[in-house]
């Protein structure tokens, strides 16, 4: 109109911002057209895409491995052995991992835990598996009772038990031991256990090979018929059970006696001469058994097999009876100690034994300092 040129509206195919296929400032317009592609890279980007669809239906299918664990699990049991009870129960609702290991453990040691009383040891026991354990310490838990103890005889695959210095566990909670068919491992040194609570090793027979009942005061002979049937003990110790005499110890089994402490008991000589019908004893522990003699010393050197041997604070023996000594070939240590009636001369002679490699004479009051030059030779010590 009039000669004026009009200017093109927005969006009009004349204005400069739709050129290319652009709308207003610059944005793409809907009917725009895209970057064009050859058939061969859209059946390649096809492919693309079945196999990603594939790898994605593949790990649906397959079930979710787990996570490695953080740490092996024989670390775990032993982070779990130096905690008490209280954080092992906090550690186990936190970590899956350490809950599953708990469960399956087949070794606990609770052994000198302050901490340890019936509740604590009853709430540790519910999250376990008590048949899996084979292996039970709670050594030194001086505030256990017999009531903390009632689950004992659910332990039914245990083969190690340590009650040591557990003043106040009774007979009662060593009858439950009887159940215990598997039992071939038990420490109860320093227990109160008595004849009465004895009664429980008679259903050992066949599994028990080891029993140290050290310190034991209030066994006695009465109660020794108990252990005389355990024909596979190996290890045995009757030290300062100072209730048993000849007449009980008559009851130990020999046949397979492989180790036997009786230090500070009443065994006179007469109980070593039946001593010799052990033929395969290496270790013999009479230490302080002041009713041996040098009679008694020539029982000693027709076990042949014994390789260590103390007879130390046994004041009664002389030179006549450590002279038999000479006479054990296989033996590599000998304790003599405290023996004011030995002199020099029988310590030369036992010092010609070959295997001999430790000679204990602390405390021999005869022995001078002229038998230091044989001892310093070769492998006496």
Not at 99 to 113: E, I, P
Request: with cysteine; aromatic share 6%; hydrophobic share 40%.
């Amino acid at each position: 109109m009039g000669g004026r040129a009009r200017m093109p509206m927005r969006g009009a195919p004349g204005n400069p911002a739709y050129a290319k296929g652009h709308g207003y400032a610059g944005v793409p317009h809907a009917h725009a057209k895209g970057p064009t592609y050859s058939t061969a890279q859209v059946q390649s980007a096809r492919r693309r895409l079945a196999l990603q669809r594939d790898a994605i239906k593949r790990a649906k299918q397959q079930p979710e491995k787990a996570p490695d664990p953080l740490l092996p699990p024989e670390v775990v049991e032993m982070i779990l052995d130096q905690l008490d009870l209280i954080q092992v129960s906090g550690v186990l609702r936190v970590c899956k991992q350490w809950l599953a290991l708990a469960r399956r453990r087949k070794a606990v040691n609770l052994s000198f835990r302050t901490d340890l009383t019936n509740q604590s040891i009853e709430k540790f026991f519910s999250t376990i598996s008590l048949p899996r354990i084979i292996a039970l310490n709670l050594a030194g838990c001086h505030k256990l009772t017999d009531f903390g103890l009632e689950k004992l005889s659910s332990l039914s695959n245990l083969e190690i038990l340590d009650m040591s210095f557990c003043p106040k566990i009774t007979d009662k909670s060593f009858l439950q031991l009887s159940h215990l068919s598997n039992l071939k491992k038990l420490d109860i040194f320093e227990c109160q256990i008595s004849d009465r609570g004895a009664e429980a090793f008679k259903h050992l027979e066949h599994s028990l090979t080891r029993l140290m009942l050290h310190g034991c005061m209030r066994l006695t002979d009465q109660g020794m018929p108990n252990i005389e049937n355990l024909h596979s003990l190996k290890v045995l110790s009757l030290s300062n059970c100072f209730g048993i005499t000849d007449n009980g110890a008559h009851r130990i089994p020999l046949q397979n006696l492989t180790r036997l402490y009786l230090s500070r008991g009443r065994i006179t000589d007469n109980y070593l001469a039946q001593l010799t019908q052990a033929k395969q004893l290496t270790v013999l522990d009479l230490s302080f058994c002041d009713s041996l003699t040098d009679n008694g010393m020539r029982f000693l050197c027709q076990i042949k097999t014994i390789s260590v041997l103390s007879v130390s604070g046994c004041s009664s023996i002389s030179n006549e009876g450590a002279d038999f000594f000479v006479h054990m070939n296989n033996l590599e240590e000998l304790s003599m100690a405290w023996l004011d009636k030995i002199t020099d001369a029988v310590i030369h002679r036992v010092l010609g034994l070959k295997k001999l490699k430790m000679l204990d004479i602390c405390g021999c009051t005869q022995v001078t300092n002229a038998i230091k030059p044989d001892i310093s030779q070769g492998r006496k010590i």
